[in-house]
């Protein structure tokens, strides 16, 4: 069975001091606001509203666990980069989820949304450099790959994967669909790769990369 069926939520936490005790080894989810995550992340599950897909991006304020069958926990962060909210939320968020990403020792991987129309934006690079300073490894998920034409999606990604390349293997990236339910079972490998103790799976999930430029 996919590992991210049947996920089961557990809790929500707004502040650093509410993180449960470790109980599973977890893998996050993290993306630029509208970028895609909740959508993925119910795709991946094959679950309608795991996730809550809104149309106002920076709803999501909050770090929600989802159980998995196997024991293991999707961990679903706030939205980065929205410019329409308090610049106290903003910075409350990024607090949670610096610390959260920091200092969480169950965290084993994170898996980062980008809208394949938009890659990398300079938020996405902090996000990716910052975290490639953990040690940790982290699959990048091209989301909306349907909205792009066969060859532009292939040239986006590998554009994506040649300017991520310098930072190693750690780093994976692939497209995806949610609408087309496309790229579910490259991600379910790399995941699976992860929680079966391997740093970075073979070149299943396509080139090998590691992560950019500074915190969220």
Known sequence: MPIFRNAQFEISIAKPSGLPPPSGPEVAFAGRSNAGKSSAI??????????????????????NFFRLNNGALLVDLPGYGYAAVPEKV?????GLIETYLKKR???????????????????????????????RPMHVLLTKSDKLSRGAAAATLQDVRAQLRPLG????????SSLKKSGVEEAERVIGGWLNGEAAPPDEAGEETKAPDQGT
């Open 42 to 63: 119910n795709t991946l599950a094959g679950h309608v509203r795991l996730a809550y897909v809104s149309k106002t991006p920076g709803r999501t304020q909050l770090i």
């Open 90 to 94: 903003r910075r409350d968020w990024q």
């Open 105 to 135: 020792e169950s965290l084993i991987g994170l898996v980062l949304i980008m809208d394949s129309r938009h890659p990398l934006t300079p938020l996405d690079r902090q996000m990716i450099n910052w975290f490639a300073g953990t040690g």
């Open 169 to 176: 293997p750690l780093v994976t990236v692939q497209l995806f």
